[in-house]
């Protein structure tokens, strides 16, 4: 049974007898975790109103912290070669001590759903100990009525603890920092981390364990519709435009992250969006800027200045400063959070090494082979260490939340797109006319531009090329775009360095594949670039 309100001593709240002689806060709203954040210290509020955290030495995901439970449930479905394994008895120590070390402590408990689809929809508790951290998951999750809450009954719990620190010789985990995944029992653990990512990313991995025995295809993706009702998907990992290309006002939004696709078309996971605030700007993406000036939308990491007024500029403390707000903040938003089943897939790719095209067509044997291949490129100076482009493959675009085995998802994905002969698209909104730090970002308006005509389906009314590295499908011309631009060996000026830079490439694809191909077919087998064609 859900409640509202506080309530006090011994108050159990799940999870295996989880309680606390603390205050309990239950199902708090907006203002009144305004209030407790402020209070307690936790955060400061900006000149417009937000909500100001800062998440201390993690700001970002501890995906090396990251443990599964491995017991006979979980044994034959987890792929345990890309996620780590904890024994029964070491979560079972590690859940004493969270119960212990939270004993005396005043807590923070939201009562939410993570996916908009009834049949498949996933009731969480959250309890944690920071209530700007309850805030943060009250928009990112599903927030049922008054009515839906009187009945709740959590089918996952997870316990969010930033001040616990883990013991890797008594609890098997490889630091202080632990996020804990008992996928038998529904319960998650998170420890010596304030980074509130981590609530949101543990339900989106449960979705993906759940999801595919029930035919529904979890995807780490945005989705929007047209006036048409046509649906489009977008894939991407973090800083591919995942959340900025889809927040279009000529179309609805219906999520900015996580979605399903089920018998009924594709729903969301979450009530909110989670945006990258870095360099943000209102000339460029004016919808999610609107959202950093709003009463309820938490900035983290976002360093203000002298009148807190938000310096979105200021990558002092982190590149991945972050927004998280309600889906509704968002002027078009789906109110149902459900659309039918996507017309267009597209892949987003930040392409550092200047290669890619700014968009190609790809055959269903080629969507599975970059689906499964997730690529994009970091940059210099986002990440210590990291002084030139550097390819990133992460599986099905989520590989630190996927469970299962990515053949499990890429089957079904290709199952999916022929069944309802959905068009499949790969955009590089990376650079264009030479790699980072030589050529330059591929401009907003391209990328817009040609996704536009994508989704109306001209586009695929155009005259194409092969890509003779990469074998998909290029168009030639693309009305209001410059047509050099869609060939980018001709952006290059040294344009053998271009075919230098090409085969570099290809070979890290190839390279990355190889523990794939025992896994797909022979379609998808020859839908990998070739070093030969790339360097004729």
């Not at 938000?310 to 968002?330: G, K, Q």
């Not at 190609?360 to 210099?380: C, D, E, I, N």
């Not at 011309?477 to 830079?501: F, K, M």
Request: aromatic share 8%; glycine share 8%; net charge negative.
């Amino acid at each position: 049974m859900s409640e509202f309100g506080i309530h006090n001593p011994a108050c159990p709240i799940g999870a295996s007898g989880f309680s606390t002689t603390g205050t309990v806060r239950y199902n708090f709203g907006a203002a009144a975790l305004y209030e407790e954040a402020l209070r307690r210290g936790e955060a400061r509020l900006s000149a417009h109103g937000a909500l100001v955290a800062e998440t201390g030495q993690h700001t970002g995901r501890s995906a090396k912290d990251k443990f599964i439970v491995r017991d006979a449930d979980t044994e034959p479905h987890v792929w345990w070669e890309g996620n780590k394994p904890m024994t029964p008895a070491q979560f079972d120590l590690l859940l004493g001590d969270f119960v212990a070390h939270a004993a005396d402590k005043d807590l923070y408990v939201q009562d939410l759903i993570g996916g908009a689809d009834p049949v498949h929809a996933l009731p969480v508790r959250v309890i944690t100990e920071l209530a700007w951290h309850s805030l943060f998951i009250r928009n990112l999750l599903i927030r049922p009525d008054r009515a839906a809450l009187s009945q709740f009954a959590p089918k996952l719990t997870i316990i969010d603890l930033p001040s616990f620190r883990a013991d890797p010789a008594r609890h098997g985990t490889r630091s202080e920092t632990v996020i804990a995944l008992d996928l038998t029992r529904m319960i998650v653990l998170i420890g010596g981390t304030a980074y509130a990512g981590e609530m949101k990313k543990s339900v989106f991995t449960v979705l993906n364990y759940l999801l595919p025995q029930k035919g529904v295809m979890p995807m780490h993706c945005s989705a929007n519709e047209g006036k048409a009702g046509d649906t489009a998907v977008f894939f991407g990992l973090s800083g591919t435009g995942k959340t900025t290309l889809s927040a279009d006002p000529a179309r609805t939004l219906i999520g900015d992250d996580e979605h399903g696709w089920g018998p009924d078309g594709v729903f969301n996971f979450e009530g909110g969006c989670y945006a990258k605030t870095i360099r943000l700007s209102a000339e460029h993406e004016p919808e999610i800027f609107a959202t950093t000036r709003r009463f309820g939308t938490v900035l983290e990491n976002v360093v203000l200045d002298q009148d807190r007024v938000p310096d979105f500029d200021d990558a002092s403390l982190t590149e991945n400063t972050r927004c998280a707000y309600p889906l509704d903040f968002i002027p078009n938003a789906s109110t149902s959070g459900r659309g039918g089943h996507p017309r267009n897939i597209v892949m987003l790719t930040a392409d550092a090494f200047g290669v890619l095209p700014p968009i190609a067509r790809l055959t269903p044997a080629q969507a599975m082979y970059h689906f499964l291949s997730g690529y994009t490129a970091k940059v210099a100076g986002t990440e210590r260490g990291v002084t030139e482009p550097e390819a990133t493959f992460s599986t099905c675009f989520g590989a630190p939340f996927m469970p299962r085995h990515p053949s499990e998802y890429g089957n079904l994905l290709r199952e999916l797109i022929a069944a309802h002969n959905v068009d499949c698209w790969l955009v590089n909104t990376g650079w264009t006319g030479g790699a980072y730090g030589t050529g330059r970002r591929m401009p907003i308006r391209v990328t817009r531009t040609l996704l536009n005509a994508a989704l109306d389906g001209s586009l695929a009314q155009s005259e194409f090329r092969t890509d003779p590295n990469f074998g998909f499908d290029v168009p030639v011309s693309v009305e209001g775009i410059d047509p050099s631009i869609l060939d980018p060996r001709s952006t290059w000026a040294d344009a053998p360095a271009y075919d230098r830079q090409a085969e570099r490439l290809v070979g890290m694809f190839i390279a990355n594949f190889e523990k794939f191909e025992a896994h797909v077919d022979a379609a998808v087998l020859a839908a990998a670039p070739s070093i030969r064609q790339a360097a004729e």
